[in-house]
């Protein structure tokens, strides 16, 4: 039809041009002055009139014919464009698929690798764990569960529009959680009497990650395509069920190795000042202790020889410096519990909080005696390694016990902390100090054995020795070595019995 259009409008147009001409003749011969013609020139100027209105007409059609091609077109173009719009959205939509089934496969890795420390005889786990931690990292694991499903429930009801920024955050928190289970796990069990007990425990903590291996597996992309949204949904929320109830039963048996005298859900007073107290009551150990140290600076010095007072000194030195590290750490712990408390109670009451998070608060409470006391050893050890009543080996050991107790305090607000705290990296700054005062502390003291070793010890040059006398020797070094090791064996056994009982009925 528009073919057709245009020959009409070619063909009078070309009529136009051929009036138009024969107009111009009319024109040379009326000035000529022929009346005929002027008769002529107003029949061709009608004529000509004529010929335009149809052209007009013609023209009006061509434009109708245009307009209603291009609508036509224009539809075809919108519905091409949405075709291009939906294929967009539906790569823009295999492409977030994608990053998250690679961050889902990252925390399977996350998880079997813990899973393998978990079998692993060369791996001990965490040998600072406590019951009360174990229980406060479970209680963690199983809220970090709960909010990493319903972010994913929240992204399959958002469909194209959904953010899979939360589910990247949430996952990383979960398998983290799950990963720090398994190695305080494996680490509570060396307060365990029974290998029975053990194993439940280990069996426990093996079915709470490989639940938690199948969670993430089950909603890869491609498991979860064919399914409508309900059925997604009750995949995310049935195994994150089996998740907590593995864990739930992981808690219980933890639950058996915490001391039974020390249960603070017993305790009728209240949580928050029984917290505020303990750290208060490990404040003021620090600060007995830097006044006991300074009072053993300022001991009489008669009857030491130079040599003596100077190994007394580095002592002394690096004691303190322990004790200010710590009393550092005290208060910065406290500014973290508070800011912890206030952010996660709401409306409700500090005593509510603790209780609702009682494991979390054991954890605390248990972390906070455990610096007092070590802290207290430490000054009892170096007052006594200064007077001759110790030996240097027992303040490396004291020297330990304070580092360890301190990194115990600072994993247990760890638990609770908010993410980017600053008063948690304030915390862990102060941890980092109290370990490097520590390992100063150890410096010295290996320092002084070392030197004391050398100068008790005689020089012998084996080279001098004959064959027979050099295999005596080498005869009488090996079968020290085999007594000392089996003396070590022996009273490494003791101390883990003694261990076992103190922890049960402390």
């Not at 224009?74 to 959205?89: N, P, R, S, W, Y």
């Not at 995310?236 to 089996?242: G, Q």
């Not at 303990?278 to 150990?285: D, G, I």
Request: glycine residues 4%; hydrophobic residues 40%.
């Amino acid at each position: 039809m528009l073919s057709k259009y245009n020959r009409e409008m070619a063909e009078l147009e070309e009529a136009v041009r051929s009036k138009s001409r024969a107009l111009e003749d009319v024109h040379l011969q009326l000035h000529e002055g022929d009346s005929d013609l002027k008769r002529a020139l107003r029949e061709k100027e009608e004529d000509l009139e004529i010929f335009k209105l149809g052209m007009d007409e013609t023209l009006l059609q061509l434009n109708e014919l245009r307009l209603v091609s291009y609508v036509h077109n224009g539809g075809d173009t919108d519905k091409a464009l949405d075709e291009q719009i939906d294929q967009v959205l539906l790569s823009n939509i295999q492409k977030i698929n994608d990053i998250i089934d690679s961050v889902l496969q990252s925390g399977i890795q996350r998880v079997d690798d813990a899973l393998y420390e978990l079998d692993s005889s060369m791996q001990a786990g965490n040998q600072n764990a406590s019951a009360p931690y174990v229980l406060s990292q479970v209680e963690k694991a199983s809220s970090s569960a709960t909010d990493f499903a319903t972010a994913f429930n929240n992204f399959i009801a958002d469909g194209p529009h959904s953010s899979h920024t939360e589910i990247i955050r949430f996952l990383s928190i979960f398998a983290g959680s799950i990963a720090d289970v398994l190695s305080n796990t494996k680490g509570l069990t060396r307060f365990s009497t029974r290998e029975k007990n053990s194993d439940q425990l280990i069996g426990a903590a093996r079915q709470s990650a490989l639940s938690t291996v199948h969670f993430f597996r089950s909603l890869q992309s491609f498991r979860l395509g064919d399914l409508d949204p309900v059925k997604k949904t009750d995949v995310v929320i049935n195994n994150n069920h089996e998740v907590l109830m593995n864990l739930q039963k992981l808690s219980k048996l933890a639950d058996a190795f915490a001391p039974q005298s020390g249960k603070i859900t017993k305790n009728a007073g209240d949580l928050g000042d029984l917290v505020d107290r303990e750290l208060t009551n490990a404040a003021a150990a620090i600060e007995a202790a830097v006044e006991r140290l300074n009072k053993i600076k300022k001991k009489p010095r008669d009857g030491y020889s130079t040599y003596d007072l100077r190994i007394h000194d580095s002592i002394l030195e690096a004691a303190i410096a322990v004790t200010q590290a710590i009393a550092q750490l005290i208060t910065a712990a406290t500014a973290s519990q508070q800011e912890i408390v206030s952010e996660g109670r709401g409306s409700s009451s500090r005593t509510a909080f603790y209780k609702k998070n009682n494991r979390w608060t054991e954890g605390l409470i248990s972390a906070a005696k455990a610096v007092a006391s070590s802290t207290n050893t430490l000054i009892e050890t170096a007052d006594g390694v200064i007077s001759g009543r110790n030996s240097p080996e027992q303040l490396i050991v004291a020297s330990n016990e304070v580092a360890a107790s301190t990194a115990q305090l600072v994993a247990a607000s760890r638990v609770k902390a908010k993410f980017g705290s600053h008063t948690q990296d304030r915390l862990e700054e102060a941890s980092k100090a109290v370990g490097k005062a520590c390992r100063s502390l150890v410096r010295q003291v290996q320092d002084i054995i070392a030197q004391k070793s050398r100068d008790e010890g005689d020089e012998i040059d084996y080279r001098q020795l004959s064959t027979h006398e050099f295999k005596v020797r080498e005869m009488e070094q090996q079968v020290e070595i085999l007594q000392l090791e089996n003396n070590l064996a022996q009273a490494r056994q003791r101390l883990g019995e003694m261990r076992k009982i103190s922890y049960q009925e402390d």
